[in-house]
T-cell receptor, first 114, second 114 residues
Framework: AQSVTQLDSHVSVSEGTPVLLRCNYSSSYSPSLFWYVQHPNKGLQLLLKYTSAATLVKGINGFEAEFKKSETSFHLTKPSAHMSDAAEYFCVVSDLTGRRALTFGSGTRLQVQP | DGGITQSPKYLFRKEGQNVTLSCEQNLNHDAMYWYRQDPGQGLRLIYYSQIVNDFQKGDIAEGYSVSREKKESFPLTVTSAQKNPTAFYLC?????????????FGSGTRLTVV
């Protein structure tokens, strides 16, 4: 069975400071991992994905994530937060057996203070 | 442009009524999914379909029903048996049955029981 744990339900940063959103996963296989972003009352947008290629993955809007197998982590970072980054972020793991769909973490709400 | 269209954006249901949420995609994706989103709980899988005329229950299928008569369409019916239907419902699709390459999401339907 697979699972995802997002370690912080809320993160608050000041504009221009770094962002770190933490995610740990559990999977019996070499997983595919994703980060999605959701703005209020909107659908989810894919930020980036890891599918067993380079362990440092670059996504849209300046975000990146590093896959660390030894730590079973896939933390999302951005060097400098922008007000428009305020949203809900979901860490997601793929079930490679094909029998199921993606498994979502519970989400981290990012607030960006001016 | 290709994408997923969910309608309506807002839906109100009286106690004891069945309602149907529409999901249409023009991405030529084989797999489609329905998720329910509640505050602080992330996304939970209701039903998924990896091919036309076939679908599987997810984690919280009770009180819901689906059909997949066409590749493009995957409507969700919320029946009167669903005791707490007020939530945000998201439809997604993927061109890979494992979800290995991520999903495309619709913009969601917010259902409220009145």
């Amino acid at each position: 069975a697979q699972s995802v744990t997002q370690l912080d339900s809320h993160v608050s940063v000041s504009e221009g400071t770094p962002v770190l959103l933490r995610c740990n996963y559990s999977s019996s296989y070499s997983p595919s991992l994703f980060w999605y972003v959701q703005h209020p009352n909107k659908g989810l947008q894919l930020l980036l994905k890891y599918t067993s290629a380079a362990t440092l993955v670059k996504g849209i809007n300046g975000f990146e994530a590093e896959f660390k197998k030894s730590e079973t982590s896939f933390h999302l970072t951005k060097p400098s937060a922008h007000m428009s980054d305020a949203a809900e972020y979901f860490c997601v793991v793929s079930d490679l057996t094909g029998r199921r769909a993606l498994t979502f973490g519970s989400g981290t709400r990012l607030q960006v203070q001016p | 442009d290709g994408g997923i269209t969910q309608s309506p954006k807002y839906l109100f249901r009286k106690e004891g009524q069945n309602v149907t949420l529409s999901c249409e995609q023009n991405l030529n994706h084989d797999a489609m999914y329905w998720y329910r989103q509640d505050p602080g709980q992330g996304l939970r899988l209701i039903y998924y379909s990896q091919i036309v005329n076939d679908f599987q229950k997810g984690d919280i299928a009770e009180g819901y029903s689906v059909s997949r008569e066409k590749k493009e369409s995957f409507p969700l019916t919320v029946t009167s048996a669903q005791k707490n239907p007020t939530a945000f419902y998201l439809c997604a699709s993927s061109d890979d049955a494992t979800g290995n390459y991520g999903y495309t999401f619709g913009s969601g339907t917010r259902l409220t029981v009145v």
